[in-house]
């Protein structure tokens, strides 16, 4: 299994800033990554695949970035949508698996 | 406009049977993999296996194989999720997904909370 580890747990940004959060996988899985947005009470929500391509309907301030190991995902101009918790997910091995979060808060 | 539309929030008891639904919309329903992930309270979302409404095929997580069942109804353009005999560690939100671009899951259910307690 792929153990995917996010950091940091939480991040506190002020509205307008640049939130950069870091996804990390225990073996290289290319760049078969995606990231996601879940807001309280929904479900998640696609916002990049393929370490970097933006999902339909995802704003251009969503950049990811990565391969191998390593991975970003950079939301620049924060919106006060943006305030949620963000999921990496691996596909890139036959059993996928997802990180366990960062909570992106308000500063 | 693709959609995915869960059934309700069930409350069941240890040892009860339960299958819950995902019914899609706005796409051609073989055509894409249907996902199922389950959440528990305050932790990341955990893939618990894939199945191809086209033919039925199927892929279990390690984790749940054994433990829950994957089926579809092409006829009405539903996936299920089915459980036949529940245990209080499946309290739980279950999402379905669509797996759209390569393998991420593009389009989601709005969930279906399950609680099992005596």
């Known amino acids: 299994e792929v153990v995917m580890t996010q950091s940091p747990a939480t991040l506190s940004v002020s509205p307008g800033g640049r939130a950069t959060l870091s996804c990390r996988a225990s073996?290289?899985?290319?760049?078969?990554l995606a990231w996601y947005r879940q807001k309280p009470g929904q479900a998640p929500r696609l916002l990049i695949y393929?370490?970097?391509t933006r999902a339909t309907g995802i704003p251009a301030r969503f950049t990811g970035s990565g391969s191998g190991t390593e991975f970003t995902l950079t939301i620049s101009s924060l919106q006060s949508e943006d305030f949620a918790l963000y999921y990496c997910?691996?596909?890139?091995?036959?059993?996928?698996?997802f990180g366990q979060g960062t909570r992106l808060d308000i500063k | 406009e693709v959609q995915l539309v869960q059934s309700g929030a069930e409350v069941k008891k240890p040892g009860e049977s339960l299958r819950i639904s995902c019914k899609v919309s706005?796409?051609?329903?073989?055509?894409?993999?249907i996902g199922w992930v389950r959440q528990l309270p305050g932790k990341g979302p955990e893939w618990m296996g894939i199945?191809?409404?086209?033919?039925?095929?199927?892929r279990y997580s390690p984790s749940f194989q054994g433990q829950v069942t994957f089926s579809v109804d092409e006829s009405i353009n539903t996936a299920y999720l089915q459980w036949s005999s529940l245990k209080a560690s499946d309290s739980a939100m279950y999402y379905c997904?669509?797996?759209?671009?390569?393998?991420?899951?593009?389009?989601w259910g709005q969930g279906t909370l399950i609680t099992v307690s005596s």
């Open positions: 997904g669509r797996q759209g671009p390569e393998r991420a899951f593009d389009y």
């Open positions: 393929g370490a970097s």
């Open positions: 073996q290289s899985i290319g760049s078969n």
């Open positions: 706005g796409y051609r329903f073989t055509s894409y993999w």
């Open positions: 997910q691996q596909y890139n091995h036959w059993l996928p698996t």
């Open positions: 199945i191809y409404p086209g033919d039925s095929g199927l």
